[in-house]
């Protein structure tokens, strides 16, 4: 039996990029070394400029820096606030690239019933 990809049943057109407002995005190294690739800055330059510590009980995170946003109120600094998408996407963070982990998304679920029930297509319930 081969293994079968299952259907996205998310449509992140649909959606204001909710997973991007996330306060902490974490950051690798090899997440650094691709964005300072993608901008030709160094190492450091890169993480100074798109990134920040956060003291989590586990230790010390690396995260994306953010910006101010209408709709969620904080979200990452790559994403265009007019357009709702990510403006780095060929050299996004693994953990954006792994996002949401499966065929479905829980905040999509969540504004397609939201909708529905409003009756408003452009809903944005905040989670
Ligand atoms: S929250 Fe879900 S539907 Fe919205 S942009 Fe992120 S992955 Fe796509
Ligand atoms: S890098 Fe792109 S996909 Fe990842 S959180 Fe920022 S805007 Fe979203």
Redesign the pocket.
């Known amino acids: 039996m081969s293994p079968t990809t299952p259907r996205i049943q998310?449509?992140?057109s649909k959606?204001p990029?909710?997973?991007?407002s996330y306060p902490r995005i974490e950051v690798k190294d090899a997440d650094v070394r691709r964005l300072a690739k993608h901008y030709a800055l160094s190492f450091e330059q890169a993480e100074r400029k798109f990134t920040r510590w956060y003291k989590s009980d586990e230790g010390p995170e690396r995260i994306l820096r953010h910006q101010k946003d209408e709709t969620y109120g904080s979200i990452c600094r790559f994403f265009d606030t007019t357009a709702r998408r990510c403006t780095i996407y060929a050299a996004r963070p693994a953990v954006c690239r792994q996002?949401?982990n499966g065929a479905k998304?829980g905040?999509?679920e969540f504004i397609k019933f939201e909708r529905k029930h409003q009756g408003d297509p452009d809903f944005v319930p905040l989670a």
């Open positions: 998310y449509d992140c959606c990029g909710y997973c991007c996002y949401p998304c905040y999509y």
